[in-house]
């Protein structure tokens, strides 16, 4: 049974190619940067927006389903091994490396934990023959800790005893599967973890509990000897309030907290920076800078609505800052690029899923074009190097590097200057943006 019967293998065919079934920019094998393509970007799909969406579920609190696809069945288990199966078709198709997924994209919960357990084994073994067949791996999967009711105020912050060890079921049953299908990473999003009141919150009693969590995690792991990257996704609101995995900033500093820095990286996501106020290649900054960069969730967002829209990625500019942050920082490891994106909910037809995907692929194989020419040049290089020239090249710049410096010796320096100016440097950033867009267009 084929679900894309119309569409073959999607080829690299070059800019200029009129093929929209074809990619302009993604070649998988060029060499870029002394690493292919396809290893730079090790791109994923999103299991849940490709399979699991409808153009109503989590897309649209207004609307019903717009779209209707092959595998869909009025029997969930039977849906669910149809998915499976176009899952890997898709991804054969497409020529993605890698897939990721929550537990409950891929089995029903049925009507206990037993049963749920018992139909994600008969879904993971159909995964397992097919990643063995195909050659796909997974890049991560996930617990959705979010969407049942039991999770109303948050899984490991619940102040629900009940729910939290429910969670801890479904966590370990995930680490279980990552383990069994050889997850590259084992993913964390809190979209449940954090407060609506704050009076009616122990925040110390919930920030203790997340991190034991955590730890139980991490254990549990060693215990059965699941090797994967640990990552935790942060996102400041949506579904809840105030979500306690604000940004990049403020989860790393919960990880050091509580001593989990040794054991998890970051999964950053670009709808997430923006909802946070920050950019996307803020966020990979950030982490970078604390060694924390894990992986990405590759989308956008839409300025005018402001909420997290998760749009397949087709802006240059943010896209080529994006992946300049990460090349710069020495790649994603075990990481990769998971396009946590959906279609919108009027490109009702199947095919949409292949063009969007090529969209956005094909920007960031040109972000990571620009990406080369950018490093090879030096361009930001040199200007950051012109910027802190002072502390490179004069003596109390250095003293200040290399740590000797004082206050009373910087006091001591700054009034022997007596009235010299201190001479300010223009950023000319109306030149570096424009020049920006030459390096893109
Ligand atoms: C929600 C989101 C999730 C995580 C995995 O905004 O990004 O899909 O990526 O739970
Ligand atoms: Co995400």
């Known amino acids: 049974m084929s679900y894309f019967p119309d569409v073959a293998k999607i080829k690299y065919e070059g800019k200029g190619s009129k093929n929209p079934f074809a990619f302009k920019h993604y070649n998988p094998e060029e060499i870029v940067l002394g690493k292919t393509m396809e290893d730079h970007m090790r791109f994923a799909v999103a299991y849940w927006h490709t399979f699991a969406s409808d153009g109503a579920k989590g897309q649209d609190p207004f609307g019903m389903k717009t779209m209707t696809r092959p595998w869909e069945s009025t029997d969930p288990l039977e849906e669910a091994r149809q998915k499976a199966y176009a899952n890997f078709e898709f991804l054969e198709k497409l020529g993605v490396p890698f897939f990721a997924f929550h537990d409950l994209d891929v089995a029903p919960e049925g009507t206990s934990l037993e049963e749920y357990h018992a139909n994600l084994d008969e879904i993971t073994d159909i995964f397992k023959a097919e990643m063995e067949r195909t050659g796909i791996k997974l890049l991560w999967n996930t617990s959705n800790a979010f969407s049942h009711p039991r999770f109303v105020n948050g899984a490991a912050t619940s102040p629900n005893a009940e729910t939290y060890a429910h969670a801890a079921a479904q966590v370990k049953k995930g680490l279980d599967i990552a383990k069994k299908l050889g997850a590259e990473n084992y993913v964390f999003w809190g979209g449940r973890e954090g407060y609506e009141y704050l009076q009616i919150t122990d925040y110390k009693l919930e920030q203790d509990n997340q991190a034991k969590f955590y730890w139980m995690a991490v254990n549990y792991?060693?215990?059965?000897?699941?090797?994967?990257?640990?990552?935790?996704?942060?996102?400041?609101?949506?579904?809840?309030?105030?979500?306690?995995?604000?940004?990049?900033?403020?989860?790393?500093?919960?990880?050091?907290?509580?001593?989990?820095?040794?054991?998890?990286?970051?999964?950053?996501?670009?709808?997430?920076?923006?909802?946070?106020?920050?950019?996307?290649?803020?966020?990979?900054?950030?982490?970078?800078?604390?060694?924390?960069?894990?992986?990405?969730?590759?989308?956008?967002?839409?300025?005018?609505?402001?909420?997290?829209?998760?749009?397949?990625?087709?802006?240059?500019?943010?896209?080529?800052?994006?992946?300049?942050?990460?090349?710069?920082?020495?790649?994603?490891?075990?990481?990769?690029?998971?396009?946590?994106?959906?279609?919108?909910?009027?490109?009702?037809?199947?095919?949409?899923?292949?063009?969007?995907?090529?969209?956005?692929?094909?920007?960031?194989?040109?972000?990571?074009?620009?990406?080369?020419?950018?490093?090879?040049?030096?361009?930001?290089?040199?200007?950051?190097?012109?910027?802190?020239?002072?502390?490179?090249?004069?003596?109390?710049?250095?003293?200040?590097?290399?740590?000797?410096?004082?206050?009373?010796?910087?006091?001591?320096?700054?009034?022997?200057?007596?009235?010299?100016?201190?001479?300010?440097?223009?950023?000319?950033?109306?030149?570096?943006?424009?020049?920006?867009?030459?390096?893109?267009?």
């Open 221 to 441: 792991a060693k215990e059965i000897g699941y090797t994967g990257q640990f990552l935790i996704e942060p996102k400041p609101k949506e579904p809840t309030k105030h979500q306690y995995d604000f940004d990049s900033a403020t989860t790393i500093a919960f990880l050091k907290s509580y001593g989990l820095d040794e054991h998890f990286k970051l999964n950053l996501e670009a709808n997430h920076a923006t909802l946070a106020m920050h950019t996307f290649d803020h966020e990979i900054r950030v982490a970078a800078a604390a060694g924390l960069l894990g992986s990405i969730d590759a989308n956008q967002g839409d300025l005018l609505l402001g909420w997290d829209t998760d749009e397949f990625p087709t802006d240059l500019a943010a896209s080529t800052l994006a992946v300049y942050e990460i090349v710069k920082a020495g790649g994603l490891g075990s990481g990769g690029v998971n396009f946590d994106s959906k279609v919108r909910r009027s490109s009702t037809d199947l095919n949409d899923l292949f063009l969007a995907h090529i969209a956005g692929m094909d920007t960031w194989a040109r972000a990571l074009k620009t990406t080369e020419r950018l490093i090879n040049d030096k361009f930001f290089d040199n200007i950051v190097t012109e910027r802190y020239d002072t502390f490179y090249n004069t003596e109390v710049g250095k003293s200040v590097l290399d740590g000797t410096a004082t206050l009373a010796s910087l006091s001591e320096y700054a009034i022997a200057k007596k009235d010299e100016q201190i001479k300010v440097i223009s950023d000319r950033l109306e030149y570096v943006k424009a020049q920006l867009n030459e390096y893109i267009f």
